[in-house]
């Protein structure tokens, strides 16, 4: 019933930029906070970036702020990651989920967070 999918991904340069789009099925975005985690081979699933259901506030972790930004189209049912200036270290695979208390966005780690799509791989290599 609760379903999002993971799109955009690719192979791109250091340098360069893609857009990550987060798109719901069964269910209205409105109403959850929406996180983006990433996991790279061997390590741990972590936190990205954050905003809440209403998209008042974003969060970023400290290795994309500045490069990455967070956004929502409610009218497409969709949340959107804007990847600038990507380096090697960005390299992963892509997730979004949803949460349903915006406080989780204050602090989020992957546990509070559902509805988890299949992910889109990110591959930033010249």
């Known amino acids: 019933q609760l379903q999002l999918v993971e799109s955009g991904g690719g192979l791109v340069q250091p340098g360069g930029s893609l857009r990550l789009s987060c798109a719901a099925s069964g269910f209205s975005l409105d109403y959850y906070a929406i996180g983006w985690f990433r996991q790279a081979p061997g390590k741990e699933r972590e936190g990205v970036s954050c905003?809440?259901?209403?998209?008042?506030?974003?969060n970023y972790a400290d290795s994309v702020k500045g490069r990455f930004t967070v956004s929502r189209d409610n009218a497409k049912n969709t949340v959107y990651l804007q990847m600038n200036s990507l380096k090697p270290e960005d390299t992963a695979v892509y997730y979004c989920?949803?949460?349903?208390?915006?406080?989780?966005?204050?602090?989020?780690?992957?546990?509070?967070?559902?509805?988890w799509g299949q992910g889109t791989q990110v591959t930033v290599s010249s």
């Open positions: 989920a949803a949460g349903s208390l915006d406080y989780y966005c204050s602090k989020y780690v992957p546990a509070n967070f559902v509805s």
């Open positions: 905003i809440s259901s209403s998209g008042g506030m974003t």
